[in-house]
């Protein structure tokens, strides 16, 4: 089934990301709305009726999962199907948001082509949150403590010496995220390392493993270190 046609309402408080959906899914010909919070959500509910609904988990003071529960509870919203897309890699996660009535479940960052291949499973009725990573190298350590460049629930951009393939696991020490008691289960290079300056390269990184308090501390840090690095 194709996604010509289709209308999707996008729900995140990260603009960067719903830019980039907005991107992908006009690109195959959907007709895409957005939305910061569940509040100016509810209100493009109330004005249309998308044939699916993408949802972060983890809205800046709020949580996707209300949306999931006023699914089962109001008759218009029970028809359209949600798929969550999170940077939550945890079984337990996924389970829960199946069965509060969640259609998918799609791991961010996102890949174009397993976006586009997830809506249109949902579309014929049979997505399952299944997500690994494979063909990992073995993880290297490297410290960044002043090399962050880029930060969010998500991801992360660090500037060192190593130059890295796209796929390889990373075993990273850092003083910021020690002293927040954020742990990652790994973090994996989205793609090839991208050379920089003085001999140095740029590699962007996957946090995958953190719980949904890790990922709110996540949003918070950002705040506060990008102020700190004005």
């Known amino acids: 089934m194709g996604l010509q046609g289709k209308s999707v309402l996008c729900i995140d408080d990260d603009q960067d990301f719903l830019i980039l959906v907005k991107k992908i899914l006009e690109n195959v010909g959907m007709h895409v709305q957005t939305s910061l919070n569940l509040g100016d959500a509810m209100v493009v509910l109330s004005e249309m009726n998308p044939?699916?609904?993408?949802?972060?988990?983890?809205?800046?003071?709020?949580?996707?999962?209300?949306?999931?529960?006023?699914?089962?509870?109001?008759?218009?919203?029970?028809?359209?199907p949600i798929m969550v897309c999170s940077g939550e890699n945890k079984k337990e996660t996924v389970e829960k948001v199946i069965a509060l009535g969640g259609n998918g479940y799609i791991l961010k960052p996102i890949k174009q082509t397993h976006l586009i291949h997830s809506l249109r499973r949902i579309?014929?009725?049979n997505e399952r949150p299944v997500y690994?990573?494979?063909?990992?190298?073995?993880?290297?350590?490297?410290?960044?403590?002043?090399n962050l460049l880029?930060?969010?629930?998500?991801?992360?951009?660090?500037?060192?010496?190593?130059?890295m393939n796209e796929g390889q696991a990373l075993d990273m020490e850092s003083d910021l995220f020690k002293e927040e008691n954020i742990n990652f289960e790994k973090l994996v290079a989205l793609k090839q390392s991208q050379p920089s300056t003085n001999g140095l390269f740029d590699t962007t990184l996957s946090l995958v493993g953190l719980s949904e308090d890790?990922?709110?501390?996540?949003?918070?840090?950002?705040?506060s270190w990008s102020t700190n690095e004005r």
């Open 51 to 80: 044939d699916v609904i993408l949802l972060d988990l983890n809205l800046e003071f709020e949580s996707g999962k209300r949306l999931l529960k006023l699914k089962k509870r109001h008759p218009s919203l029970s028809k359209i």
């Open 123 to 125: 579309f014929q009725g």
């Open 132 to 146: 690994k990573f494979e063909n990992q190298k073995p993880p290297v350590k490297v410290s960044i403590n002043s």
């Open 150 to 163: 880029l930060l969010s629930e998500t991801k992360c951009v660090v500037r060192s010496s190593l130059k």
């Open 214 to 223: 890790e990922i709110r501390r996540i949003k918070n840090l950002k705040s």
